[in-house]
């Protein structure tokens, strides 16, 4: 069974795999050598909310991208905060194409590690039946008062369970609570250096047939410098080796944004 196979159900094909290439084609990774160290220069497509170089990349958003309006004031309203890092926002195509997947799956009950502004979060609800429930986990009541707002304004709110603490003391309340192989999709955006913590958690929490889906596994093309030892870079390099070799799973990774791996559970 491939990793989209159990959602063509009541879908045609045709149509699900040209919106889905519009996530595969969103970027590209070019390397070259430097010296006798072998350095690595990466140049990655990103996000659309800041600058890239590219025609083709300008091309494909001009001719995909659909943000709904309030989902663009949430993304101004972010990105006019002094201290934002641009960088920690989802890219709008990226949540786009989770709305897509969202109402294929007829997802009702998801987790989001790692929530910022709210922006994906917004979008995701969006995306959700009337009873569709999101776990949201973060850590700052700064951002969270600015994404309560939005999702408030766009009568979502009451979709959100938003939990401020260390998103694997929420993971492991859900697994004490029984509700191991409940969810339908679970994302992971938070701190690279518990990847593996949330991965595997995740993999706990989602239903079978499930999507986890990992963000920033291309990690700005840093992936690919030997010389980067980071420990976040270390850390997503063996969350991508883990989940290539995981049996437990189908997988697809996607160059989109910042490279989204999606996992779906057998």
């Known amino acids: 069974m491939s990793v989209f196979s159990s959602l063509w159900s009541g879908t045609s094909p045709a149509w699900f795999c040209g919106t889905l290439s519009v996530g595969v084609v969103i970027g590209f990774v070019t390397a070259y050598y430097v010296g006798s160290k072998k350095q690595v220069a990466v140049r990655t497509f990103g996000k659309s909310h800041y600058a890239v170089a590219n025609p083709v990349h300008h091309y494909l958003i001009n001719h995909s991208l659909r943000e709904p309006a309030i989902l663009h004031k949430l993304k101004q309203a972010t990105m006019s905060e002094p201290d934002c890092n641009e960088k920690m926002l989802c890219a709008a195509e990226e ?3 989770f709305r897509i997947l969202l109402q294929t799956m007829k997802a009702k009950k998801t987790i989001e590690i790692g929530t910022f502004t709210g922006y994906n979060t917004l979008s995701m609800a969006m995306a959700l039946p009337d009873d569709g429930k999101i776990i949201a986990c973060d850590v700052s009541e700064e951002y969270s008062k600015m994404a309560r707002e939005f999702w408030k304004e766009a009568g979502v709110e009451q979709k959100i369970d938003l939990r401020i603490q260390p998103a694997l003391d929420t993971l492991d309340s859900l697994i ?16 690279k250096v518990n990847y593996l913590n949330y991965y595997e958690r995740a993999l706990t929490l989602v239903r079978r047939g ?4 990992i963000d920033n596994v291309l990690w700005s093309g840093r992936v690919v410098d030997t010389n980067n030892m980071t420990p976040a870079t270390i850390s997503i390099r063996e969350v991508n080796e883990r989940v290539y070799k995981d049996e437990r799973v ?8 910042d490279g989204v791996t999606l996992a779906m559970k057998l």
Do not use: H, K, Y
């Open 95 to 97: 949540s786009q194409f």
């Open 250 to 257: 189908e997988i697809s990774m996607l160059l989109l944004g």
């Open 210 to 213: 499930g999507i986890v889906a």
């Open 176 to 191: 004490e609570d029984g509700e191991g192989g409940t969810f339908d999709f679970i994302f992971i955006d938070a701190d």
